[in-house]
């Protein structure tokens, strides 16, 4: 019986073919880089000496106006260079392109004769694809005798599903279940894009060998740098590999579950259980393409298995992300070299990286956000950025002061990309009320349509893409600003994480962003929460600001003089924001930690205020002083979120409370954030030198 149409869910899987055609690309700018440096490296290094020469000639006394001029002469030797990786990189992908058009073609042609299905099975599968909202049935064919597998393919101008002979053994539910499983692959849209997968095993070792081959040729294949190269390269294959492990599993299973909506779930659990196991061996179960009939059974059982994405994947997605951030600011500081653009080539490419691991990783996540977030979710993020730094960055870029390896970029960037994916899923997880802030809005669930996940929230995408690019952007420069500031601090002799915190919470160039940023998502998360729970937590941010307030006003201090005192403001301020960020993270998980994220800025902003007007009229500049007084708490709170958030993915979430325990909570809180800023003035002399 064909029940009524089953449209197919949006599906996270689809962007993962995003993630394919980066790895082509920095493949292939990967290849063109050192191709150059093997075809015009000589002239490279001729005309780049010869600018350093005539510059150092023209202007010897005035380093500032002889570094620009030498940027103007070396403009067009650079350009040259980044024309190479982008030729590379539109080289590789032309080719892959080229085999996904290809391959096909060549499988159908080595299967041999086919032949049309039955008219009555036919007629059947274009009942199924109007079904599942296929416009144009894909046409049905029996392959040769020796196929055991269905499958469907585009090719010679036609969608087509090819079913073994020996189909017709198995029970009309069963043969529905087939077709609605491979008629499932044509409403997702990745018939054609699925072989992208196949041309990525072809394309990536041919072109990243030809500069090998030229090497070898030219007798230049003894240096050490090739040994680089060869690793970096065996890298990207790797991770190429596991990205379409990932998206081959992960497509069966939304096949899967889109055929199980549409009435085939019985058919399909006795096709798994009747089906032949893999062979044995672990290593085997880990390389194979497909998942196993016992996974695929365990997962139309339990379809949150599909929330967010596997680990290995989840560390490809970060480590690209962060390779496109690295080598991405190098590529454009070529290509912009000698124009009034080159300044922005970090950000670019940090918004650019932020967007693609918004837009692969943040939209799996939230496509299935399930009841509770998937644990360990931000432990593959950190994992693949710091894989991606040794794979975009070259180890001579790393160095710090003095010679000396900068380590804590491995360090600080992988955790301040895992905590923004902490701050992502928080979000993720904070139960949706649907603004705008009404109580009929906040009350509407939201209405799944069938085969639609339950609890999806589509209408969620846009501004979870927005927010996820600013969260992954923002760690990218806050995690690699920290890093370079943090062997500034310990090179002067000064290693307390007091100081190290008061530098990059309270000194470094991003603190207005960060402190925009935060107010912005506190508005996403009380418009996500709507009226009948943002209320509440509001207040509560309310309350315990206030608290902190009190306390800094009635605990007499010893500090000296104004600034000190406006010191001791700012850390009152952010202990207040930072302890509801602690607090609600350790006891509450991810879903404490997306109302923490409105709470947070709220009780700092309270004591601020109460500052603010306590000394209204003897401010010289009201307006500055408001400017000062609510970006550095909130910095600071970002700072520390960042720093704590990748435990989101790793507690368990609990539902937040309500009625008296809800109020318990928030009077426990207050006086917890009390005793922190008791503790804080009391141990003022620490707080206030930043610098000892």
């Not at 992208?196 to 090497?215: D, E, N, Q, Y």
Request: with cysteine; aromatic share 8%.
């Amino acid at each position: 019986m064909i029940v009524s149409e089953v449209r197919r869910s949006p599906s996270p899987t689809r962007g993962r073919y995003l993630l394919l055609i980066v790895v082509l690309l920095l493949g292939g700018a990967s290849a063109g880089v050192p191709t150059h440096h093997l075809l015009l490296g000589q002239r490279w290094k001729i005309e780049t000496q010869a600018c350093l020469a005539h510059a150092a000639a023209a202007v010897p006394h005035d380093p500032l106006l002889r570094s620009r001029l030498i940027d103007v002469c070396r403009a067009p030797i650079e350009h040259r260079l980044a024309l190479f990786a982008v030729g590379g990189a539109v080289l590789m992908l032309a080719v892959a392109l080229l085999l996904t058009w290809l391959l096909p073609h060549l499988l159908l042609r080595r299967m041999g004769e086919r032949r049309p299905a039955p008219e009555a099975l036919s007629v059947r599968a274009a009942a199924i694809a109007s079904q599942l909202a296929v416009r144009r049935a894909p046409a049905v064919e029996l392959g040769p005798w020796l196929l055991r597998q269905p499958f469907t393919v585009r090719a010679e101008g036609a969608t087509r599903i090819v079913l073994p002979p020996g189909l017709n053994r198995r029970t009309t539910d069963q043969v529905d279940a087939v077709l609605r499983h491979e008629t499932a692959h044509v409403a997702a849209g990745d018939v054609t894009l699925v072989w992208l997968t196949r041309s990525l095993f072809w394309a990536l070792p041919m072109l990243l060998a030809v500069p090998v081959a030229i090497a070898v040729t030219r007798g230049e294949i003894t240096d050490a740098f090739w040994l680089d190269y060869l690793a970096r390269a065996a890298l990207l294959w790797f991770g190429g590999y596991l990205l379409v492990r990932g998206i081959m599993r992960d497509r069966e299973h939304e096949a899967d579950t889109h055929a199980a909506a549409a009435g085939s779930a019985p058919a399909l659990e006795e096709l798994f259980t009747t089906a032949r196991p893999p062979r044995p061996g672990r290593l085997r179960g880990l390389l194979a393409m497909h998942p196993s009939p016992a996974r695929r059974l365990a997962v139309l059982h339990d379809p949150d298995r599909l929330r967010g994405m596997s680990g290995p994947t989840e560390a490809v997605a970060s480590g690209l992300a962060v390779s496109v951030w690295s080598f991405g600011t190098t590529l454009l500081g070529w290509g912009l070299l000698g124009t009034p653009f080159a300044v922005y080539a970090a950000g670019v490419a940090g918004l650019a990286a932020g967007a693609l691991l918004a837009a692969t990783w943040g939209l799996a996540l939230w496509s299935r956000p399930g009841p509770r977030p998937p644990v360990g979710a931000t432990l593959g993020l950190a994992a693949g950025a710091a894989a991606g730094l040794r794979l975009g960055m070259d180890p001579a870029a790393l160095a710090a002061n003095q010679g000396v390896g900068n380590w804590w970029l491995y360090v600080l960037l992988p955790l301040a990309v895992a905590g923004a994916g902490g701050c992502v899923l928080a979000l993720a997880a904070v139960p949706a009320g649907f603004g705008p802030l009404s109580p009929a809005s906040a009350a509407a669930p939201d209405r799944p349509s069938p085969g639609r996940a339950a609890g999806a929230d589509w209408r969620w995408w846009p501004m979870a893409w927005v927010v996820g690019t600013v969260m992954f952007a923002g760690g990218l420069w806050i995690g690699a600003g920290a890093a370079e500031l943090v062997p500034l601090r310990t090179a002067a002799g000064v290693g307390d994480p007091i100081g190290v915190f008061w530098l990059i919470g309270f000194t470094s160039g991003w603190i207005v962003p960060a402190a925009v940023a935060m107010a912005a998502l506190a508005v996403v998360v009380a418009v996500r929460l709507g009226r009948r729970r943002a209320g509440p937590v509001f207040g509560a941010g309310l309350i315990v600001g206030g608290t902190a307030f009190a306390v800094r006003w009635l605990v007499p201090t010893s500090e000296d003089g104004a600034y000190e005192s406006a010191a001791l403001d700012w850390w009152t301020a952010a202990a207040a924001g930072c302890t509801v960020v602690l607090a609600l993270l350790f006891r509450r998980g991810a879903t404490g930690l997306g109302e923490a994220m409105l709470a947070a800025p709220v009780a700092a902003l309270t004591v601020s205020a109460g500052v603010l007007l306590r000394f209204l009229g003897d401010w010289d500049d009201p307006v500055a002083a408001a400017g000062v007084y609510f970006s550095r708490p909130l910095a600071m709170i970002v700072l520390v979120t960042l720093a704590v958030a990748v435990l989101a993915g790793l507690l368990p979430a609990r539902e937040a409370p309500s009625g008296r325990r809800f109020r318990w909570s928030v009077a426990v809180l207050a006086v917890l954030t009390g005793l922190v800023v008791l503790g804080l003035l009391l141990a003022d002399g620490y707080f206030l030198v930043p610098a000892r």
